[in-house]
T-cell receptor, first 115, second 113 residues
Framework: GAGVSQSPSNKVTEKGKDVELRCDPI?????LYWYRQSLGQGLEFLIY????????KSGLPSDRFSAERTGGSVSTLTIQRTQQEDSAVYLC?????????????FGPGTRLTVT | AQKVTQAQTEISVVEKEDVTLDCVYE???????LFWYKQPPSGELVFLIRRNSFDEQNEISGRYSWNFQKSTSSFNFTITASQVVDSAVYFCAYTGGGNKLTFGTGTQLKVEL
């Protein structure tokens, strides 16, 4: 079946602009995660959605970052007023596990470059 | 706080050699889960294995095997008879069931002919 998809695959933006990154999880997966992968910081958790529960936003680095998940499926990660340090690969993952301990399946990522 | 350490930054082997990737974790949780992921040059993280803290039985899947030892807080990964296609970055990860994965810094494995 179809895996996790993300769009766009690459995004180049100017400093100060807003960007939106999209994630389509595996159908039927109730859990959705966003991570960020950068050279200096490795793989970092950003935010977690589970069904209709309030999301765990504990990994968001600043209030410029936000995410929503509509209808329990597609998710959008928004970065406002982008900065050069936001340049990274943003990875989305989904899981069928409701307890937060199951294997996560990752999308191909969106490479964000802030110039 | 939980921590995952992969001390080996890069390993180079010749094809058909066996190679072991080390993973050490720190936690105060009694229940937790450990994972290995592979990130080939294409960039997509591929799930390899999940283990819970109550199951220390070693696991073998083809050329891959995993050794989980709670006494040393280690979850090592061995590739037997390595192949060029095994070249990738391998990540060890941890969760205490609190829904996020904590990743190690990864080990770059290069398998050469």
């Amino acid at each position: 079946g179809a895996g996790v998809s993300q769009s766009p695959s690459n995004k180049v933006t100017e400093k100060g602009k807003d960007v939106e990154l999209r994630c389509d999880p595996i159908s039927g997966h109730t859990a959705l995660y966003w991570y960020r992968q950068s050279l200096g910081q490795g793989l970092e958790f950003l935010i977690y959605f589970q069904g209709n529960s309030a999301p765990d936003k504990s990994g968001l680095p600043s209030d410029r970052f936000s995410a929503e998940r509509t209808g329990g499926s597609v998710s959008t990660l928004t970065i406002q007023r982008t900065q050069q340090e936001d340049s990274a690969v943003y990875l989305c993952a989904s899981s069928s596990d409701r307890g937060g301990s199951g294997e996560q399946y990752f999308g191909p990522g969106t490479r964000l470059t802030v110039t | 706080a939980q921590k995952v350490t992969q001390a080996q930054t890069e390993i180079s082997v010749v094809e058909k050699e066996d190679v072991t990737l080390d993973c050490v974790y720190e936690t105060r949780d009694t229940t937790y889960y450990l994972f290995w992921y592979k990130q080939p040059p294409s960039g997509e993280l591929v799930f390899l294995i999940r283990r819970n803290s109550f199951d220390e039985q070693n696991e073998i899947s083809g050329r891959y095997s995993w050794n989980f030892q709670k006494s040393t807080s280690s979850f090592n990964f061995t590739i037997t008879a390595s192949q060029v296609v095994d070249s990738a970055v391998y990540f060890c990860a941890y969760t205490g069931g609190g829904n996020k994965l904590t990743f190690g810094t990864g080990t770059q494995l290069k398998v050469e002919l």
